[in-house]
C-alpha cells in the first residue's frame, strides 16, 4: 500500500494533542454540587452508562485519524514493464584445476576468491542471459545460458576442486563455451576465461578454438589468476597434516594475450582479489545491454475502506451523546 498524499499524515500527530486537550477541557468545565455530606453520594454505584460516556470522546477521535488516512488516498497497484533489449550472452569459463588451489589470493584459494568475484558480477547484471562452463582436464557446461541468475548462483556454490580429472584443458574449454553461444541471436557473445595455468591437455588448441570463436562473433575476455614469482600450496605431510609448498607461478600469458587480440576482446593479470574485482568491473562496463523500459501502473483507490468507518463512528458518536448517552447540563 502506498499514500498519493503521504505529507497529510503528519496530521496523525495532531489527534492525540487534540484528544488530551479535549479531555483536559472538559475536566476543566466539570459543574460542582455544594452538599452538607457526602456520605450518601459514596454509596451510589455508577450505572453502566456513566462508563461508556467516557468512550463517545474516543471515538469521535479514532473517526478523526480514519478521515486523516482517507485524505492521504492510500492506493494499492502493480506496474507492468515491457523491457526492449538488446542484451549480452556471457560464459563465464572458469579454471577448477588443482593449481586454482594456492593460496595467493587472500583470504582463501584462488578458485574460492574467483567465484565470489563471479557472484558480485552475476549479481550485477540483469537482463543479460548468463552461463557457465568449468574445466580441467576436461570442461562441461556447468549452467546453460539463463535469465535465473538465482539458479546459477547456487551452481556456482556447487563448483569445487577435485571435481573433474586434473590438468588444464584451455582449448576445450573455450570450444564448449562457443557451442552454447554460436546458436544464439544476442548482439554480443563473450566468453569471460578465468584461468591460472598453462594449456597442457585437450584436443584442441587454445588459438585454434579462439579462430573458431571469431567465426561466430565471440569475444574473449582472458584472465590470468596468480601472484608473480611463487604461491603457497597446500600439501599434506607425512603424518597427515596440512603444509605449505611455495609453487612457481605459471600463466601462458603470451597465449592468453593472442586468445583475446585475435577475438577483439582483452586480456587481464589478476594478481590479488582486489586486482580480480577491478577486472570483472572492467568487463562489466565495457559489456552494457542496451535496455528500452516502458513501465505501465495501475492503482485501486482505498480510501473508501477509512473513509466510511469514519463517518458510520462519527454517526455512532453523535446519535449516541444526543439520546441514551446525553449529558445534561
Not at 551452481?155 to 557451442?179: C, E, P
Not at 576465461?193 to 569475444?219: C, S, Y
Request: hydrophobic share 45%.
Amino acid at each position: 500500500m502506498s499514500f498519493a498524499n503521504p505529507w497529510i499524515l503528519l496530521a496523525l500527530a495532531i489527534v492525540p494533542l487534540l484528544w488530551a486537550y479535549s479531555w483536559w477541557y472538559a475536566r476543566k468545565r466539570a459543574s460542582s454540587l455544594r452538599v452538607s455530606t457526602v456520605s450518601t453520594w459514596l454509596k451510589l454505584t455508577p450505572r453502566w452508562t456513566q462508563h461508556i460516556r467516557r468512550f463517545l470522546l474516543a471515538l469521535r477521535f479514532v473517526a478523526l485519524g480514519l478521515l486523516v488516512l482517507a485524505l492521504a488516498r492510500p492506493q494499492q497497484g502493480y506496474t507492468e514493464e515491457d523491457i526492449l533489449t538488446e542484451g549480452v550472452d556471457i560464459l563465464i569459463t572458469l579454471d577448477v584445476s588443482g593449481s586454482m588451489a594456492a593460496e595467493d589470493f587472500s583470504p582463501r584459494n584462488r578458485l574460492h576468491v574467483a567465484k565470489e568475484v563471479v557472484r558480485d558480477f552475476i549479481q550485477g547484471r540483469r537482463y543479460d542471459r548468463i552461463g557457465m562452463v568449468i574445466f580441467s582436464a576436461d570442461s562441461y557446461t556447468k549452467c546453460p545460458l539463463t535469465l535465473d541468475y538465482g539458479v546459477l548462483l547456487r551452481l556456482l556454490d556447487d563448483v569445487q576442486l577435485g571435481s573433474i580429472r586434473d590438468g588444464t584443458a584451455i582449448g576445450t574449454a573455450i570450444s564448449t563455451a562457443v557451442n552454447r553461444l554460436k546458436p544464439t541471436k544476442a548482439k554480443s557473445k563473450v566468453i569471460i576465461l578465468l584461468t591460472d595455468g598453462v594449456n597442457n591437455t585437450g584436443e584442441i588448441d587454445p588459438v585454434t578454438a579462439a579462430e573458431i570463436a571469431k567465426a561466430f562473433g565471440i569475444k574473449i575476455y582472458a584472465i590470468g589468476v596468480g601472484s608473480q614469482g611463487y604461491a603457497p600450496f597446500p600439501a599434506t605431510d607425512a603424518f597427515g597434516g596440512k603444509r605449505y609448498v611455495q609453487m612457481p607461478v605459471e600463466i601462458d600469458e603470451q597465449m592468453l594475450q593472442q586468445i583475446a587480440r585475435n577475438t577483439d576482446g582483452r586480456y587481464f593479470r589478476a594478481v590479488d582479489k582486489d586486482s580480480l574485482e577491478r577486472i570483472f568491473k572492467t568487463i562489466d562496463q565495457l559489456e552494457k545491454s542496451e535496455v528500452q523500459v516502458k513501465s505501465y501502473s495501475h492503482y485501486d483507490e482505498l480510501f473508501t475502506r477509512f473513509l466510511f468507518p469514519a463517518l458510520g463512528l462519527l454517526l455512532i458518536e453523535t446519535l449516541l451523546a444526543n439520546t441514551r448517552f446525553r449529558k445534561l447540563p
